[in-house]
């Protein structure tokens, strides 16, 4: 079955202790993107990547990182949460360009940090 | 830059009611649209999609025309039903990116 997957569901952390979220596609898409959604600011796109070891900040980056060393994965690193980080994030991919392909998405990770 | 807004929610209607819920945007040229649908606990699915002015995108019922002389793309359906319930999103195609609204929950009562 063609899906998007993340882990972990559900997380709750203390401000500071690193973490990363997982994201794959088995789709061999090229395009991925992580959003974060907010009560009444909709999805904001943190980062995202063309290819692999190809990536490019989105609207709300700070705070995250990202890595794409393998085509289905990709990885968004929180290397110091805040609580401000706080909220419900989505991994996204695509063939190409979402511009004009299809975005299929994970079925989301809520975040919590105190 | 490139903006989508779409009506307050939430919205709350009875089975077999007509929906209508708004979305205008701003944007440079005429990008194409979207409506994705987020049922709970679940991410985001395309719900339907117009490339260029005067389409009409449509999909389980439901229908959404670009309209480029008032910049919208209103999402209309007819009769809803009780599995309608869900999180509607208005996007628009950026550089690179969907540029989302922020939401609008609907609420469908038996």
């Known amino acids: 079955e063609a899906q998007v997957t993340q882990n972990p569901r559900y997380l709750i952390t203390v401000t500071g202790k690193k973490l990363t979220v997982t994201c794959s596609q088995n789709?061999?898409?090229?395009?991925m993107s992580w959003y974060r959604q907010d009560p009444g600011l909709g999805l904001r796109q943190i980062y995202y990547?063309?290819?692999?070891?190809?990536?490019d900040k989105g609207d709300v980056p700070e705070g995250y990182k990202v890595s794409r060393k393998e085509k289905r994965n990709f990885p968004l690193i929180l290397e110091s949460p805040s609580p401000n980080q706080t909220s419900l994030y989505f991994c996204?991919?695509?063939?190409?360009?979402?511009?004009?392909?299809?975005?299929?998405f994970g079925p989301g990770t809520r975040l919590t940090v105190l | 830059g490139d903006s989508v807004t779409q009506m307050e929610g939430p919205v709350t209607l009875s089975e077999e009611a007509f929906l209508t819920i708004n979305c205008t945007y701003t944007a440079t040229g005429y990008p194409s649209l979207f409506w994705y649908v987020q049922y709970p606990g679940e991410g985001l699915q395309l719900l339907l999609k117009?490339?260029?002015?005067?389409d009409k995108g449509s999909n389980k019922g439901f229908e959404a025309t670009y309209r480029k002389e008032t910049t919208s793309f209103h999402l209309e359906k007819g009769s809803v039903q009780v599995s309608d319930s869900a999180v509607y999103f208005c996007?628009?195609?950026?550089?690179?990116?969907?540029?989302f609204g922020q939401g609008t929950r609907l609420t469908i009562n038996p």
């Open positions: 996007a628009l195609r950026g550089a690179q990116k969907l540029v």
């Open positions: 789709m061999n898409h090229e395009y």
């Open positions: 990547s063309m290819n692999v070891e190809v990536t």
């Open positions: 117009a490339t260029k002015a005067d």
């Open positions: 996204a991919s695509s063939l190409r360009d979402p511009a004009y392909d299809e975005q299929f």
